[in-house]
């Protein structure tokens, strides 16, 4: 299949206002899925969802000019989480979704996620087909002056995330009793998140929920966890929960603070589920990045982890091709079938909650669930060309990779969002994984220089 160009592993992204993140980008966007999802004579429609990000203000009405001009209407639904968005588009039996955001990084950069129909994220081959299309002239295919679409702000939006997200928690429960700390990273969740806790009867203390256009995941959310744990520790917590720029991804902390990563939840999801006989397939979906721990864990439950390349896209397909209805990234990236299309941290977090008032024990003993072996992760930030393809660092990969034997995993990858590799060893030897990772970064960085 071709290369894309635009798309990565989670649609477009780039700092706001430079190429390929500029109003043209989302003007030619607009106009060619507006083109390729245009399919039958009903009157064709397109939900448009965004975070808290200044350059919203720029990109959005980019997008509108460019599926008005198509022939779609819009509707505008303001700052929403990502789930919502896919939630809607299939709600209101749109043709397509798209969600500005970039997710967890800084406000300096933002995005543009597409979800089809049904409400799930575009494959590539829909992808490419878009590129394709913005590269030619679309002068001769948009829509003649009496067939421009026409756009509307839905304004109950938020209202209807809330109860979509409420109805995923078990009926008859309540969160009478717990204090919870939310963190919804200054982004798209800061009014829907603490609304779902406190109508369900949680102790809410907001954080994160003040955004001004700039502060957008800065020194808080899931990525920056560190405030919320503060936060659970400061206030005497239950459990923190810590949301991304667009929520949906999810950190948790316990009571005393020590944080609960995506492998721990999506491995207590996975072991209740099949204890209430929900978990379907053979066992769940994760990345190559998810600890070797979890997989040892699922052993002994009998079920099976299948691996994926990282990106949650890639976790959803490898779940509808196996079945499963559990998957997740170690990031925080939940998804749950049986609830949306795409990762909801907020759902997976009322998941976490829903065993934690059944088991009725503190969150530091429900929801550690396996022992992680020693894993570490770095970053090599680089310009211009990936430094993996010089023969410094084949060698120094090669030589790692040998030591390691099979007693241990190394993963090395590019970003899919950013010029960064990523470096992440485990093993049952702490200093052989912290020793050979670093190593790894430096001949990277030399490579890089």
Request: charged share 25%; glycine share 12%.
């Amino acid at each position: 299949m071709t290369q894309r160009k635009l798309f990565g592993t989670d649609g477009i992204r780039g700092t706001a206002n430079a190429d390929p993140m500029n109003a043209e980008t989302a003007l030619k966007l607009g106009q060619a899925a507006g083109l390729l999802f245009t399919r039958g004579a009903h009157r064709h429609r397109v939900v448009i969802g965004k975070d808290t990000r200044l350059s919203g203000y720029m990109l959005e009405p980019a997008l509108v000019a460019g599926f008005v001009g198509a022939g779609m209407d819009v509707i505008l639904v303001g700052p929403q989480p990502t789930p919502a968005v896919a939630m809607l588009t299939r709600s209101l039996r749109a043709d397509l979704g798209v969600m500005l955001s970039a997710s967890h990084n800084p406000y300096e950069d933002n995005g543009i996620k597409l979800f089809g129909p049904d409400g799930f994220k575009l494959s590539d081959e829909a992808e490419l087909a878009i590129e394709a299309t913005m590269a030619t002239d679309l002068s001769g295919r948009l829509a003649p002056s009496a067939q421009l679409g026409r756009a509307a702000r839905l304004e109950d939006a938020g209202g209807r995330f809330i109860e979509s997200v409420k109805a995923n928690f078990p009926r008859g429960m309540r969160l009478d009793g717990l204090k919870i700390v939310i963190d919804c990273a200054n982004g798209a969740a800061y009014r829907v998140a603490p609304a779902v806790l406190w109508e369900l009867g949680a102790d809410v203390v907001r954080i994160g929920v003040e955004p001004d256009g700039f502060n957008i995941n800065r020194d808080c959310g899931s990525t920056a966890p560190e405030l919320m744990q503060e936060e659970v520790r400061r206030h005497g917590a239950d459990l923190g929960i810590a949301l991304d720029g667009d929520a949906d991804r999810v950190i948790i902390a316990d009571e005393t603070g020590a944080l609960v990563d995506g492998d721990q939840i999506v491995a207590l999801i996975a072991r209740a589920w099949r204890d209430a006989g929900r978990l379907e397939g053979d066992g769940i979906v994760t990345t190559v990045m998810s600890n070797l721990g979890l997989e040892r864990f699922l052993a002994g439950l009998g079920l099976t982890l299948h691996r994926t390349r990282v990106g949650d896209r890639y976790v959803m397909e490898t779940m509808r091709r196996t079945g499963c209805n559990v998957g997740g990234e170690q990031s925080g990236h939940i998804l749950l079938l049986d609830h949306g299309t795409t990762g909801c941290g907020l759902t997976a977090a009322l998941q976490v909650l829903a065993v934690l008032v059944e088991k009725r024990g503190p969150a530091s003993e429900v929801l550690q669930v396996f022992q992680p072996l020693p894993q570490r992760l770095r970053n090599v930030r680089y310009e211009g060309e990936s430094p993996l393809e010089t023969q410094g660092v084949r060698a120094a990969i090669a030589a790692a990779e040998r030591e390691l034997g099979a007693a241990g995993r190394l993963v090395i990858r590019k970003s899919g969002t950013e010029p960064v590799i990523r470096v992440m060893a485990e093993a049952e030897d702490e200093s052989l994984v912290t020793s050979l990772v670093d190593s790894l970064c430096d001949e990277i960085a030399r490579a890089a220089a």
